[in-house]
């Protein structure tokens, strides 16, 4: 009996010493692996830059300074990708003494340049030549103010006109007045008039009397 016990622990001490002995080579190899990740044509930072280790699915992005920080093993390889920027790998040095490594990346420009397109608005040249000859140019501002301050456009755009608010309750408040002056009383007619009548024959032989077209 205590000789299976003394197998069982010496057993059992043989597996810690060997966990002890994995766990401090694999702490050995553990680097804390910062840097800042540039533009190669500008130096500036490139911010939120996925920085991931190949085939451990682990890694960090960049803050918006570029800087990134995390920890990685001796002999990584490092993917850096961002968005217009050409992919760019680095492998962690195996050789290091310390359990720190920095790093500035610098990533190239991922630049696409698209085939010059020409678009017309007619299908070919000899139609676009012949309405730019045809073409009416349109009169300058000087002109345009000169149109707009003529007597006829000056009527037609009176005529045209609305009434504005004020204008309304003017004309409201005068036929008030106009019924209130002649309350209790029987309003003048002008067919009567003499005055009317002198008025409305002045105007006739003036060219002033219009009679609307319905």
Not at 89 to 110: G, M, V
Request: charged fraction near 20%.
């Amino acid at each position: 009996m205590k000789h299976y016990l003394s197998t069982f622990i010496l057993l059992i001490s043989s597996i810690l010493l060997a966990n002890v002995a994995n766990s401090q080579s694999f702490d050995a190899n553990l680097v804390q692996f910062s840097g800042v990740v540039v533009a190669a044509d500008s130096l500036q930072a490139v911010p939120y830059c996925d920085i991931l280790i190949k085939n451990a699915n682990r890694g960090t992005t960049s803050d918006y300074n570029g800087y990134f920080s995390f920890v990685a093993l001796r002999g990584d390889k490092i993917e850096f990708n961002a968005i217009g920027f050409k992919k760019a790998t680095f492998i962690i040095p195996d050789t290091i003494s310390r359990n720190r490594y920095s790093l500035i990346q610098a990533l190239t420009d991922d630049t696409i340049f698209l085939a010059e397109a020409l678009i017309y608005p007619w299908p070919t040249v000899e139609q676009f030549k012949q309405a730019f000859i045809n073409a009416h140019i349109p009169d300058d501002d000087y002109e345009l103010a000169r149109k707009n301050m003529e007597n006829e456009a000056l009527k037609a755009r009176a005529t045209a006109m609305p009434m504005t608010a004020s204008m309304n309750f003017r004309n409201a408040m005068d036929r008030q007045t106009s019924k209130l002056y002649y309350v209790g009383q029987v309003p003048p007619n002008n067919l009567l008039n003499p005055f009317a009548w002198a008025q409305f024959i002045k105007a006739w032989r003036d060219g002033k009397l219009k009679l609307s077209k319905q």
